[in-house]
Every structure is written in C-alpha cells, then in structure tokens.
C-alpha cells in the first residue's frame, strides 16, 4: 500500500513537498513515480524514478519539480518549487512500473492547489 500526503494549497511561485510511503520495502521495487490528474484532464505522468536513481520528467516540470527515494525510509518525494496555476492537480504516487509506464499500484491521491 502507498500512503501519499503533502499537498495543499499554495500560491504561485510557491514550494510544497509530498511524500509517499509504502507500507513494504521499496528497495525492491524498481520504478516509483509521481502522476497527476487535472480536473476534466487525463491522468499524466509528472516524473519516476528507478532504483538505480535514474530519473524522467515531464517536460512541463523539468527544472522545478525533483523526485527522490529514501529506500530505508520506503518513501519516495517530490520536491515541487516555482508552482504555476497549470500544476494544480491530484497528485498519485505510483509504484511497480517502469520509467515510462505506470504500475498497478496507486495512492489514495493528493491534492496540490496554486493559486494565481
């Protein structure tokens, strides 16, 4: 199970943290990942990362946007600074994919707002 918590609201220009973590061991897992669904739109992929710490994001958060894991914690983060209003969304954490495809397994979801 993967717990996600962190989001709220911010204004833009703004920073926040999430943070997922997993009730198993996440050093087994090889690709974790944040995606996130704006309201009316498609689920997206934000950015994953993969055991051996290589990264991918979308281009519309590269520069601002950086994920990490923490394998002893079991949690994985997304560190969000220079929010812009087009960010807001729920945000899952994802786990058990690859760098370019989801995973069967999903957090509850994350609301991360950023007023104009």
């Known amino acids: 199970q993967l717990q996600a918590c962190g989001g709220g609201l911010v204004q833009a220009g703004g920073s926040l943290r999430l943070s997922c973590t997993a009730s198993?061991?996440?050093?087994?897992?090889?690709?974790m990942g944040w995606y996130r669904q704006a309201r009316g739109k498609e689920r997206e992929l934000v950015a994953t990362?993969?055991?051996?710490?290589?990264?991918v994001y979308a281009d519309s958060v590269k520069g601002r946007l950086t994920i990490a894991r923490d394998n002893a914690k079991n949690t994985v983060y997304l560190q969000m600074n220079s929010l812009k209003p087009e960010d807001t969304a729920v945000y899952y954490c994802?786990?058990?994919?690859?760098?370019?495809?989801?995973?069967?397994?999903w957090g509850q979801g994350t609301l991360v707002t950023v007023s104009s």
């Open positions: 994802n786990a058990g994919g690859s760098s370019y495809n989801r995973g069967r397994s």
């Open positions: 990362i993969i055991k051996v710490g290589y990264t």
């Open positions: 198993g061991d996440i050093f087994k897992i090889n690709a």
